[in-house]
């Protein structure tokens, strides 16, 4: 049976090639937030090719075959409008490092590889303190996060590296939990899992990154205020929780544990049809939340330029950053029906995708793992 069942569209695609099933669609999506792309795309597309296969992230054959099919590069297209090329790149590696990743947590989870695993968080960790003593680490997640880590550094100084580096280890932590609850099998609660999915989709990592993009590292009053809050959660709560409601067939044919639709089964006692209903009620009240929130940070923006250079430069900031708040909405949208990441129908094992190999993804082999020393690990 396919995983979700396409029928009749309720809503006119802007994509026409690009089939949304009914369970999936956001007519208001479709209808009010205009996809946009970067100019730089089609050079960061080939870009990121080559950057997977020097970083030894993919096997080469693999990248041949599905890099482009998998679309990472669109998304991040998608979300940083105005980026310099530089930065975009970096963020784009960022980004297809953290796919391979997860792919990497869910076969060392899988498998109980727990040594490796902890070895590899230690390596993460590490770079994030010292990213260029990592450059050359024998692991290539190790070495590509390095890498993405060093680009990004140089973006826009001290305060805003170590705001992202602290968001960041919180990242690998709460990765390192859900390791262990799939060791143990345990499924968290819709509320503990809400908090939990907050730091493994990187939050606040991705909100970081709209800073460089606007070329300006906004004050604390600013990112603190409740309505720039409210109105990047809302955009980021949307594109987890999506990406559930779109993943939910791929994890449990793996086994995974950590959905919001598997915990609403779990904890609430949802069928399967119920969870899809009830996250995609939760991903349509996002954007209604963002709208409204989006007009309280464009306000505060108006309040911003105060007639000074200083006050034009950071209202213009603030704008920057709420705009690419919005295009993440299409950008995610479209993304997971356009992605190879997402097509379980179509894997010979549902349970693995084709483009993921236990034997080839970390470079080095699985067996060789447990051989390898850390840069400055005691």
Same mark, same amino acid.
């Given at each position: ?29 479709? @209808?009010?937030?205009? !996809? &946009? $792309?970067?100019?730089?795309?089609? /050079?960061?597309?080939?870009?990121? *090719?080559?950057? +997977? ?60 590889? @727990?040594?490796?695993? !902890? &070895? $590899?968080?230690?390596?993460?960790? /590490?770079?994030?303190?010292?990213? *260029?003593?990592? +450059? ?78 606007? *070329?300006?590292? +906004? ?160």
């Amino acid at each position: 049976m396919p995983a979700y069942s396409f029928g009749t569209s309720p809503t006119q695609s802007q994509t026409p090639a690009v089939s949304v099933p009914p369970a999936l669609a956001l007519p208001v999506i479709e @209808a009010d937030f205009p !996809r &946009r $792309l970067h100019p730089y795309w089609p /050079e960061l597309q080939e870009k990121s *090719r080559t950057w +997977l296969r020097e970083m030894r992230l993919m096997p080469a054959d693999k990248v041949e075959r599905y890099a482009d099919s998998l679309c990472y590069t669109d998304l991040v297209a998608g979300y940083y409008i105005g980026a310099p090329d530089e930065l975009l790149s970096a963020i784009a590696d960022l980004s297809s490092w953290f796919f391979a990743w997860d792919d990497r947590h869910d076969r060392d989870s899988v498998h109980g590889r @727990a040594a490796q695993w !902890r &070895r $590899l968080c230690r390596g993460l960790h /590490e770079t994030l303190r010292a990213p *260029r003593q990592q +450059l050359n680490h024998r692991d290539p997640l190790v070495a590509g996060f390095a890498d993405c880590v060093l680009r990004l550094y140089s973006q826009l100084g001290p305060s805003w590296n170590a705001r992202f580096a602290r968001h960041f280890h919180s990242v690998i932590e709460a990765y390192d939990l859900e390791f262990r609850n799939r060791r143990t099998g345990t499924v968290p609660t819709v509320e503990a899992y809400i908090e939990l999915r907050r730091l493994t989709f990187a939050h606040w990592t991705w909100i970081d990154l709209l800073e460089p993009t606007a *070329r300006h590292e +906004l004050p604390q009053d600013v990112r603190k205020h409740p309505a720039y809050r409210r109105a990047a959660l809302a955009t980021q709560d949307f594109s987890a929780w999506y990406n559930d409601l779109c993943s939910l067939p791929k994890e449990l044919a793996g086994d995974e544990l950590h959905n919001l639709g598997i915990s609403l089964i779990q904890h609430e006692g949802l069928s399967l049809e119920e969870a899809v209903a009830e996250v995609h009620r939760r991903v349509t009240r996002c954007i209604s939340d963002f709208l409204a929130a989006e007009k309280e940070v464009l306000r505060l923006a108006g309040q911003l330029a105060d007639g000074s250079a200083y006050g034009k430069e950071l209202s213009d900031a603030v704008e920057s950053c709420v705009a690419n708040m919005r295009n993440w909405f299409s950008s995610v949208y479209w993304f997971h029906h356009e992605s190879g990441r997402y097509r379980v129908d179509s894997w010979d094992d549902r349970s693995i995708p084709p483009y993921v190999s236990d034997v080839e993804m970390n470079g080095a082999g699985i067996s060789d793992l447990a051989e390898i020393e850390l840069v400055g690990e005691e």
